[in-house]
């Protein structure tokens, strides 16, 4: 616009300019039009009558209408009556107070789209501080708005997935202060989160004293402090980058809690903020001391055990061994003559006598087993000899019950390494077990093989057989397969479980193959020593070979 525009008092649009003041203004407006075409905000001024004096092009094209339509007419003009009143209604509070006004409307745009425009309208003096009219600034915030509202959903959405979790979780931000506080955290601590939020109090809910938790140390990055007062509360280095997690008890809330902080990092990595999680850990910390305080009872019940097994081993083994001693002597008749009556007599006490060492070694085997302290006595020995101490201790007995008590040897079976009171005592426990529950006229049959370095031992009676439900329950201690059974066959019922122990302990297998009514049959495999070697047959029996169990 030049001057020859304003020249005669009326502008080319028919503006009257014969007023100064009017002059003036639309000189200025003139000026600044040319200077407004680059700035991207909707920019226009009016004189105080409402009518425009000029706009830039950004504005033109919100409107849809040229500029030449524009300068020289009023709102009511241009826009609908509603929105022409609320655009005057807001020149009226600039004019009338003299002061700038800031609105927030939305405005169709003349191709059909909605935005938001953030408008400020200032007003115009002149050098004299006269009023001669307002200059209008308007920004389309509807990107800013749309960015506000998704920042907004996304903030409600973190609220309700921090809020709504089950794990005890608070944020705090780089000024410490609590920017998030669930309800699982508000129900663990007793305080809300309307008396956390915004506050740098998160240590309130734990300590009774002012120090700093988790989360504080990890927005500082303070290492060392970290260290320092959680060094001794199981101190780990979490799964997230920088992150640590402890565990203590918490005197202020009277609970065990294991506690997880990690820092909050922006798109450039900078920690925004920290995140600590907490787990009530009370019940498994209970749980664990009264594990605890169970193996420290059982350990001392363990050792009382033992200590009456051993007072009782040697109390009752001592005398015991002395009646057992004069019995021999009385049988053997050293001391003068025995009637009839009298060698039954000494007999009974000898056979009740032995039962009784038995029992008592079977009860230290039984306490050995439930206390681990079960171990092996490697040694080298004739596995013949022993065979022939066994027949000779049970070879009685089958034949005072008429059992046939039968050996089947295998040649090479001969010197073993092996512990050897384990040995005898299962082949003792089997085979006894089986001419027990032989009727006369039975048969026990004793097998014993050795195939490259295991042991095979095999015991098969024709007596009463065990059933399938009764095999599952055989090997436990203090437990026979039938009440009844109680009643006519003598027994403690540990006799298998000390077998199976016994087996188990040299890495073998116990096997048991029975049918009720026809008989049993149990074999045993037990690994050799791998020390074991064929010089040392011919060291121990020479050119005698091997003795006769026929």
């Known amino acids: 616009m030049s001057g020859n525009d304003i020249e005669g008092g009326f502008d080319q649009k028919g503006l009257d300019t014969s007023d100064p003041l009017k002059r003036e203004l639309f000189q200025k407006t003139a000026l600044l039009s040319g200077l407004l075409r680059s700035v991207p905000d909707l920019v226009f001024f009016k004189d105080t009558d409402g009518v425009f004096l000029a706009c830039n092009d950004i504005f033109s094209q919100y409107v849809g209408k040229p500029v030449s339509d524009i300068v020289g007419r009023t709102s009511h003009d241009i826009f609908d009556r509603n929105k022409a009143n609320f655009f005057r209604s807001n020149d009226r509070k600039v004019l009338d107070s003299g002061k700038s006004y800031k609105s927030v409307e939305w405005m169709d745009r003349a191709d059909g789209t909605k935005v938001l425009l953030e408008t400020v309208k200032a007003p115009l003096f002149t050098e004299e501080n006269e009023l001669i009219g307002l200059v209008g600034v308007g920004r389309d915030i509807t990107a800013r708005k749309h960015a506000e509202i998704e920042l907004q959903d996304k903030k409600d959405e973190l609220f309700q997935i921090v809020n709504g979790n089950p794990i005890p979780t608070f944020v705090i931000n780089t ?76 005197h202020a809330i009277n609970k065990w809690m294991f506690f997880t902080a990690a820092p909050i990092r922006d798109h450039n990595n900078k920690i925004i903020g920290s995140i600590e999680t907490l787990q009530d850990t009370s019940i498994p910390k209970q749980a ?124 090479h079976v001969s010197v073993i390494y092996a512990d050897k009171a384990k040995v005898k005592t299962i082949l003792n426990h089997l085979i006894s077990n089986a001419i027990k529950f032989t009727p006369a006229g039975g048969t026990v049959s004793v097998s014993v093989k050795q195939n490259n370095r295991d042991l095979h031992i095999m015991v098969r009676d024709t007596g009463i057989g065990i059933s399938e439900e009764d095999q599952e329950r055989l090997y436990r201690a203090f437990v026979q397969v039938d009440g009844s059974l109680n009643r006519k066959f003598e027994g403690t019922g540990l006799g298998l479980s000390i077998v199976k122990e016994f087996v188990e302990v040299h890495g073998g297998e116990i096997s048991l193959e029975s049918e009720p009514g026809k008989g049993s049959t149990f074999g045993v495999t037990i690994p050799l020593s791998t020390k074991e070697s064929d010089d040392l047959v011919d060291r121990v029996w020479g050119s005698s070979g091997f003795p006769d169990l026929s």
Not at 359 to 380: H, P, T
Request: glycine share 6%; with cysteine; charged share 30%.
């Open 175 to 250: 000024d410490h202060d609590v920017i998030y506080w669930n309800r699982a955290c508000e129900n663990v601590t007793g305080i809300r989160a309307s008396e956390m939020i915004g506050t740098q109090d998160a240590w309130r809910a734990f300590y009774k004293e002012k120090r700093p938790v988790l989360a504080d140390l990890i927005v500082d990055g303070s290492l060392k402090s970290i260290e320092k007062l959680y060094g001794d509360k199981n101190l780990t280095s979490s799964f997230v980058e920088g992150g640590y997690q402890a565990e203590d008890f918490f």
């Open 288 to 411: 664990e001391k009264a594990i605890h305080d169970a193996k420290i009872l059982a350990e001392n019940a363990s050792r009382t055990k033992s200590e009456f097994l051993c007072n009782m081993n040697h109390e009752l083994r001592t005398p015991l061994n002395l009646i057992l001693g004069y019995a021999d002597l009385l049988l053997a008749q050293e001391t003068g003559e025995l009637n009839e009556e009298q060698h039954h007599f000494v007999e009974i006490i000898k056979f009740a006598g032995s039962r009784f060492i038995d029992l008592i070694d079977s009860l230290i085997y039984i306490a050995e087993i439930e206390e681990g302290k079960m171990e092996l006595d490697i040694e080298m020995f004739s596995l013949p000899v022993i065979l022939v101490d066994v027949k000779r201790m049970l070879g009685p007995n089958a034949f005072k019950k008429g059992v046939k008590l039968e050996f089947d040897i295998d040649p």
